[in-house]
């Protein structure tokens, strides 16, 4: 029997759906787990779920381009049959409340097999809903606690609400503590203690060591946010930090750490409930800190196409010092930076091209707490090549040929990372006020402590390659050299005539492959004298071997240290580890 077109796309359907299903379901799993995790205290069972939740879309998609090729063969690079099963997917998918994932699954699927350069709306979902960038409405499992009632009594009965298979640590004295900390945040915004209701989410929050349960307290049209972030510290659960402003919550939620495992069945409910405390969050920033990091990318594709549609801006060469391993481009307007490795590197630079793509992905996958930037990667994209700034694109196509072409008026780059825009910490120390570049100068040591608690060392500390955000927070951005602490030798400086190599004309930073000495760190990170003193007063240990040593202990004994994604002072009352 001959089968229809339309039965044969029907076919070709329905093995994407159940790919994606497959997708869902495991992604759901996985993410269950963490409640789990975070009762018994297993803090290596969440670092290995994390992993495998992050390799699980490119796994399934890998089967699903498999299972075509072995139905289909050659003919299911038919772009009549795409066509035509883009609109059996459509239908078949309706009614779903994670369509949008699901459309941005079939495009996956779809560019695996033609290796698409662009978009191809002929056989691509390219717009969802609405293109004011706001994702589809959806339901949002919410649980209310109205106001008539006192401060004291809400809290405790969402303590009761959101209780864990483990107890809580004093759920009485924690809801007295938690209630002063809402009363006087609501003083200092509202001018009273009233309010209307406080709305949670009814999913907790899971990421590294802690659980947060998430919402907003309401007041006629004016939203606070509401979070409560929980840690396990000994078998009992307690109330680390209340987060009421808009500033906290949002470094919470802050493109420069991993991603939540939260379980969710309408993920874009969720997302426009996030957008309603957090509304300068980007939605893309919003779905990839939830784990949806491959929509995340569609929707941040999404906005760049609608920033184009609708303003004259221009790629041009992005602020700070030219790197000698990526290509940096932004536009004046757009919060993001698209970097696009050299087909040649610097003479200083002794790593390779699929070395530096190790080390991306590496990050990708790795905790980054708060203080390595996240990044997309991109294939095939096209752009006008009227949108680029004459020198820019001299540039790419002069240092990027291997990945960067002209053809006609299009520009084709075959492969990109595009990361959130911060300003570099070098420009940062010369143009901002001087209470703020001292500041900076003291977080940038907390940075590396913070990356340290996680086993990362950057590698290369030039200035140049850390970025401060909006909130003021210092962040690394620049991967090609940054490797495990566990992998390094912290030693001492050897004396000059030791023949070990730690003279001669200039400061010396590796010796041996995996040989570091912090004491040179002070000159190697080039920051102006009064600077270098003032981060050496109050970071003195950071440029001793005996800290990284111990860091380097630490982690190869298992340890998973605290990095908390608040300040200090928004502890209830818990000292820092030490």
Known sequence: M?????????????????????????FRRITRRSALHFESADWHGVQDDMVERLAL?????????????????????????????????SWLMSGHGDLELAETFFNSVTRKVFT???????REFVHFGSDTGLPPPGAVPVRTYPGAVSTGSVVRQVLDDYAFGIPWADADGEAALVSRVVDEALSASWGDTAFDFVELLEPVFYRNKGAYVV???????????????????DGRVSVDAVLLDEDDVSVVFSFTRSYFHVDVETPAGIVRFLKSILPRKPVAELYVTLGYNKH??????????RHLGRSGDRFETARGEKGMVMVVFTMPGY???FKVIRDRFGPTKTVTRAQVKERYQFVFEHDRAGRLVDIQEYEFLEFDKERFAPDI?????????????LQGDAVVIRHLYTERRVVPLNLFIREAPEEKVRE??????????DLASTNIFPGDLLVKNFGVTRHGRVVFYDYDELCAVTDCDFRELPDSDDGDGGGGDGPSFYVGPRDVFPEEFLTFMGFPKPLRTLFAGAHPDLVRPEFWNEMKRRHAAGEVLDVFPYPPERRLGRPLEA
């Not at 698409?116 to 002929?122: C, S």
């Not at 919402?215 to 510290?233: H, I, K, Q, W």
């Not at 929707?299 to 196409?305: A, F, G, I, N, T």
């Open 215 to 233: 919402g907003r307290v309401v007041r006629d049209e004016r939203f606070l946010p509401f979070v409560l972030a929980l840690v396990n510290p």
């Open 116 to 122: 698409t350069v662009g978009v191809d709306a002929q």
């Open 393 to 405: 694109l001299e540039e790419l196509l002069a240092e990027c040929s291997e990945t960067v072409a």
């Open 57 to 89: 879309y490119t796994n399934v998609l890998r089967r699903v381009v498999a299972a075509l090729e072995e139905v289909f063969g050659e003919s299911r690079r038919s772009p009549d049959l795409w066509s035509a099963m883009k609109r059996e997917y």
């Open 2 to 26: 001959i089968e229809s077109d339309s039965l044969i796309a029907r076919k070709g359907a329905i093995l994407v759906k159940g790919g994606f299903e497959q997708y869902r379901s495991g």
């Open 335 to 337: 919060d993001v930076v």
């Open 440 to 449: 900076a100068v003291l977080d940038f040591g907390r940075a590396l402590r």
């Open 296 to 305: 995340g990318k569609t929707e941040l594709y999404r906005d760049l196409l």
